[in-house]
């Protein structure tokens, strides 16, 4: 921008801090069965990651507000389960002595939230203790969302289709 002084015109440079936006994953989200794998790794906040057949109709509903999370899976009739996430911090979340319990962590790379896990749970069968990171991004027009999902070296991509 040019200023005139005293006769002079001084050059200033106006630098604007543009933030640029995240995705947002708000939304209800169906499951693709056939551009996802046969298997899916979506976080059960219960007994940790879990690996099942996908039903013909499951969904996601996914609330996404600022730093906050919040994904309910459903699957057919059973029962929907809710987990939230606090983004952006370190690790935290809950562990209980006698019985376990999990950790995670997120960051963005890009335009790419990443979800790191830790769980740990003693059970009759044993100790349960695994490491699990997601990769969660949107399609450039926000229609479909692509969860990939890395446990024990193991890849799943799920892809889901906003209702």
Do not use: C
């Not at 057949?53 to 969904?59: L, S």
């Not at 919040?70 to 987990?83: F, G, H, L, N, R």
């Amino acid at each position: 921008m040019l200023i005139p002084k005293s006769g002079a015109w001084i050059l200033v440079f106006v630098f604007g801090a543009t933030a640029i936006a995240k995705p947002n994953f708000t939304g209800t989200w169906v499951r693709d069965a056939s551009a996802s794998g046969s298997f899916t790794e979506i976080l059960n906040p219960v007994i940790g990651p879990s690996r099942s057949q996908a039903g013909p109709n499951f969904i996601l509903r996914v609330s996404h507000r600022g730093k906050r999370l919040q994904v309910t899976v459903e699957q057919d009739a059973s029962k929907p389960i809710a987990t939230t996430y606090d983004l952006g911090r370190g690790w935290h979340g809950s562990f209980l002595r006698d019985f376990g319990g999990m950790q995670y962590r997120s960051s963005w790379k890009g335009d790419t939230l990443v979800i790191e896990k830790y769980v740990a749970y003693r059970g009759n069968f044993g100790d349960m203790r695994g490491d699990l990171k997601q990769n969660w991004a949107l399609s450039p027009g926000g229609d479909i969302m692509i969860i990939t999902t890395t446990r024990n070296g193991v890849i799943a991509r799920e892809v889901f289709k906003r209702k």
